[in-house]
């Protein structure tokens, strides 16, 4: 593993435009020194229906953080053998690596399709 992915990411968003270079999707700047984080951690905050007191007496929600973990499909493709890449994959939702490339090809033909 690289020292390179080793550093705080920031993440960034921009206005959804349908010519907008992200596509409205977050993203990561990564500096010309460092390579993108193998894994990104984030707190899901949801409130618990419950409320205390602030400081002036005000009832405010009470929150529940749950860490979370994100990690780059790209370097989990390098180091697992195919069959347990494809297992994370379908734990994810996802379609094992050759059939999405299957249905990927196939989209990608419709879209020539039409402008041909």
């Known amino acids: 593993m690289s020292d390179k992915r080793k550093w705080v990411p920031e993440i960034m968003y921009e206005e959804y435009e349908e010519d907008s270079l992200s596509g409205g999707l977050p993203f990561i700047q990564v500096p ?12 899901g905050s949801q409130e618990t229906g419950e409320f205390e007191p602030d400081a002036d007496g005000e009832p405010q929600p009470i929150m529940e953080m749950e860490l979370f973990q994100y990690a780059c499909m790209a370097y989990l493709k390098e180091e697992l053998d195919e069959a347990t890449y494809d297992k994370v994959r379908v734990c994810l939702g996802l379609q094992p690596l050759n059939q999405a490339v299957k249905a990927g090809m196939k989209q990608s033909e419709k879209i020539l399709n039409k402008f041909n």
Do not use: N, S, T
Not at 33 to 41: G, L, S
């Open 32 to 43: 010309a020194d460092k390579e993108m984080p193998d894994i990104v951690f984030m707190f």
